[in-house]
Nanobody, 122 residues
């Protein structure tokens, strides 16, 4: 079972990036899949989740700028990030859980990808 995140990079403030997280090793249709991030000197924080029953949740800092989507057939979740700001600089981690509650809490998730770096320059 593996989560592979990719799509990070360096972008100027106001720019966009799209992250992808491909899951392999099992069918993830019943899993909630989401994104967390950890900036320099900061704790890991919730970004967004696409729940197993097709509900999208977002962290307050990214609402209106980021959009999470999912392709069940491809076992892949995407994070479209627009209007990026320097404070969005972080390592972004994808995660998956069979649990249906507390989806904004990192401890809920039992599967994690390796992280992809997003750097936003001012």
């Amino acid at each position: 079972v593996q989560l592979q995140a990719y799509g990070g990079g360096l972008v100027q403030a106001g720019g966009s990036l799209r992250l992808s997280c491909a899951a392999s090793g099992r069918t993830f249709a019943r899993y909630s899949m989401g994104w967390f991030r950890q900036g320099p000197g900061k704790e890991r924080e919730f970004v967004a989740t696409f729940s197993w029953n097709d509900i999208r949740y977002y962290g307050d800092l990214v609402k209106g700028r980021f959009t999470i989507s999912r392709d069940v057939a491809k076992n892949t979740v995407y994070l479209q990030m627009n209007s990026l700001q320097p404070e969005d600089t972080a390592v972004y981690y994808c995660a998956a859980t069979i649990n249906g509650r507390n989806l904004d809490y990192s401890g809920t998730y039992e599967l994690w990808g390796q992280g992809t770096q997003v750097t936003v320059s001012s």
